[in-house]
T-cell receptor
Framework: DAKTTQPPSMDCAEGRAANLPCNHS???????VYWYRQIHSQGPQYIIH???NNETNEMASLIITEDRKSSTLILPHATLRDTAVYYC???????????FGTGTRLQVFP | GAGVSQTPSNKVTEKGKYVELRCDPI?????LYWYRQSLGQGPEFLIY????????DSGLPNDRFFAVRPEGSVSTLKIQRTERGDSAVYLC???????????????FGPGTRLTVL
């Protein structure tokens, strides 16, 4: 079973920051938080991952709370092309399968 | 460089037929994964290869499903006696294996949409 909880859908205006929350209250000390997204009719695309420190790359920022029970993915300036389903996944680094939930459907509007 | 490729992109078959789905991983990636995605759901793990061997096949739904990776590169997912419930998008992903056995980020292909009539 998925170990994360996400809202089923969110809207965001183009050019604004999109903040996607994820709860993972049962996360263990060696488990990473991964984010993928899936644009319609494409395979999932890796976005970012982290353990306990905040992370940033060219696509997004990941903010993990100090107790690691929740995190937020931030797309700083959302564009229409960011419309997709966003999946938050808790993954033990030594295991190899990703367990997806149903994700958050982000709709970016003009 | 080239990403994960999957062929065919679409496959329509009749109930009871046999199908093969192919995955070409990113060059140099030793780990390969198959997932299945039904409409409105997130991808569901099927099987994972490390090199030529299946390291974890716990997600295969039954013995009609089988996958091979004979030379440690290309993989084929085989489905016998297809059923309408097998209709889904079949996704393949690959990753490097880091030192110490740590699994690296998985990169996905575009998927094969299988429709069983």
């Amino acid at each position: 079973d998925a170990k994360t909880t996400q809202p089923p859908s969110m809207d965001c205006a183009e050019g604004r920051a999109a903040n996607l929350p994820c709860n993972h209250s049962t996360i263990s000390g060696n488990e990473y938080v991964y984010w993928y997204r899936q644009i319609h009719s494409q395979g999932p695309q890796y976005i970012i991952h982290g353990l306990k420190n905040n992370e940033t790359n060219e696509m997004a920022s990941l903010i993990i709370t100090e107790d690691r029970k929740s995190s937020t993915l931030i797309l700083p300036h959302a564009t229409l092309r960011d419309t997709a389903v966003y999946y938050c996944i808790v993954r033990v680094l030594y295991t190899d399968k990703l367990i997806f939930g149903t994700g958050t459907r982000l709709q970016v509007f003009p | 460089g080239a990403g994960v490729s999957q062929t065919p992109s679409n496959k329509v078959t009749e109930k009871g037929k046999y199908v093969e789905l192919r995955c070409d991983p990113i060059s140099g990636h030793t780990a390969l994964y198959w997932y299945r995605q039904s409409l409105g759901q997130g991808p569901e793990f099927l099987i994972y290869f490390q090199g030529t061997g299946a390291a974890d096949d716990s997600g295969l739904p039954n013995d009609r499903f089988f996958a091979v990776r004979p030379e440690g590169s290309v993989s084929t997912l085989k489905i016998q006696r297809t059923e309408r419930g097998d209709s889904a998008v079949y996704l393949c992903a690959s990753s490097r294996q880091k030192a110490g056995g740590l699994a690296d980020t998985q990169y996905f292909g575009p998927g094969t949409r299988l429709t069983v009539l």
